[in-house]
């Protein structure tokens, strides 16, 4: 199975402030990587999808980038609304797998 | 619009079954496989398994073989995750989610499902 590895696991960072995570897996997935937004008792929401794609109706702060093995999402400015918890995952091969989460706190 | 609305919260008991339904509405049900996420209290996302709506297709992961059923109903639109012989590990909030059609992220989920095994 491939592993998924989030860096840091909590970021403590202010509103206006760039944030980066970054995403490692075990073995190369190409762009087959997704990035998700959950909120405390919600439902994950879609980010990114092929590393670096815009889901419809995400705000153009957030932005993914990578191949292979090292991906990161950047929030550039970040918002009250993005304090959230974030989590890669891949879909290059089944099982699918996510990383353990990087959960962005108000500093 | 597009919406996954999932059926209420359950508690069981050891040893039962639970099935989880996952009503969908807002585009074309065959066109879009179903996945099903599980999240234990305070815990990070654990992808469970999934299933080709038009042709019935299923995956699981190692974890849930032998345990896990889906199903789909077309004339409802509806999914399903059936899980047997609950464990109190099995305690989680469950989701179903679409998978994207040109890859495979999950673009839209349902709210989650409680279930609680407790004796």
């Known amino acids: 199975d491939i592993q998924m590895t989030q860096s840091p696991s909590t970021l403590s960072a202010s509103v206006g402030d760039r944030v980066t995570v970054t995403c490692r897996a075990s073995?190369?997935?190409?762009?087959?990587l997704a990035w998700y937004q959950q909120k405390p008792g919600k439902a994950p929401k879609l980010l990114i999808y092929t590393a670096s794609s815009l889901h419809s109706g995400v705000p153009s702060r957030f932005s993914g980038s990578g191949s292979g093995t090292e991906f990161t999402l950047t929030i550039s400015g970040l918002q009250p609304d993005d304090f959230a918890t974030y989590y890669c995952?891949?879909?290059?091969?089944?099982?699918?797998?996510f990383g353990q989460g990087t959960k962005v706190e108000i500093k | 619009q597009v919406q996954l609305v999932q059926s209420g919260p359950e508690v069981k008991k050891p040893g039962a079954s639970v099935k989880v339904s996952c009503k969908t509405s807002g585009y074309t049900f065959p066109n879009y496989s179903i996945t099903w996420v599980r999240q234990a209290p305070g815990q990070g996302l654990e992808w469970m398994a999934w299933i080709n709506v038009y042709n019935g297709n299923t995956n699981y992961t190692q974890n849930f073989q032998g345990r896990v059923t889906m199903t789909t109903d077309t004339s409802t639109t509806t999914a399903y995750l059936e899980l047997r012989n609950l464990r109190s590990d099995d305690t989680a909030v469950y989701y179903c989610?679409?998978?994207?059609?040109?890859?495979?992220?999950?673009?839209?989920w349902g709210q989650g499902t409680r279930v609680t095994v407790s004796s």
């Open positions: 073995q190369p997935i190409s762009t087959w």
């Open positions: 995952q891949h879909y290059k091969s089944l099982p699918w797998t």
């Open positions: 989610a679409r998978i994207r059609y040109y890859d495979s992220s999950f673009d839209y």
